[in-house]
């Protein structure tokens, strides 16, 4: 018996992989573009998953001042700090968020109708 190699069975983790991945650095952390829909035609633009290294106050401000909207940022609880914009501006924030060198186009998911 003494010839015989034992190995004990360890714990599997297979979320370890996806979990070290997450962590790394250059983990992919999508920016997202949504649209909500308030009452009549009226609609709302929401963005949220900045980098918190942004100032969210002066992106709003060139967003206000390029297309012409108003908005505000929003502190939520649970997905921090989102910039909400008057009317259905999505293809035009992903523009101007690709264009300022802010997000690469492949991390910005569009969402909504």
Do not use: W
Not at 22 to 49: C, F, M, P, W
Not at 68 to 73: A, P, R, S, W
Request: glycine content about 8%.
């Amino acid at each position: 018996m003494s010839g015989l190699d034992v190995q004990l069975p360890t714990a599997f983790d297979p979320f370890a992989e996806a979990n070290a991945e997450d962590s790394g650095v250059g983990a992919k952390e999508y920016v997202h573009v949504r649209i909500q829909q308030r009452n009549g035609r009226k609609s709302l633009t929401t963005v949220q998953g900045l980098r918190k290294e942004y100032s969210y106050n002066k992106i709003l401000k060139d967003l206000k001042k390029e297309f012409c909207c108003n908005g505000t940022v929003v502190q939520d609880p649970e997905l921090g700090q989102v910039i909400q914009l008057q009317g259905d501006q999505r293809k035009n924030v992903s523009t101007f968020l690709v264009q300022a060198g802010i997000v690469k186009k492949e991390h910005i998911k569009l969402h909504g109708f």
